[in-house]
């Protein structure tokens, strides 16, 4: 950051993108769990409290990030993914549920043609 240096702020704008999708704790864990952050500070959480403190005094470029930005934007503005993502934390974050959800559709989907077999058998 030295004045008499060309610089494109490539390092502070990545820092800045980052502090844009950190919000708290758990927003730390999934992007380690992503593999984009590596925490040896401590905690979730004083990652999550380093990020917002170290916005204020960081100078982005405002183009570095912006058509990432955009995708992002784009990727969310479809109400069928947010509907998909809420449904998946609401009802399937445990394995064990969305198998029980699998195996209760193929038990009434054998149920259903059992019953059309029944109704339907030759004579």
Not at 11 to 29: H, K, N, P, Q, W
Not at 75 to 88: F, L, P, V
Request: hydrophobic share 40%; charged share 20%; proline share 2%.
């Amino acid at each position: 950051m030295c004045p008499d240096f060309n610089n494109d702020f490539t390092v502070t704008s990545y820092m800045c993108f980052l502090d844009s999708l950190i919000d708290g704790a758990e927003d730390v864990r999934e992007l380690s769990d992503a593999g984009i952050l590596h925490n040896e500070l401590g905690t979730d959480g004083e990652v999550a409290k380093l990020f917002n403190k170290m916005n204020t005094i960081l100078v982005p470029s405002v183009m570095t990030y912006s058509e990432v930005k955009r995708q992002i934007h784009n990727h969310c503005k479809k109400m069928w993914i947010n509907h998909a993502a809420q449904a998946y934390d609401t009802y399937f974050r445990i394995r064990w549920t969305f198998l029980a959800f699998v195996g209760a559709i193929a038990s009434l989907f054998l149920s259903a043609l059992q019953t059309y077999y029944t109704i339907h058998q030759q004579k």
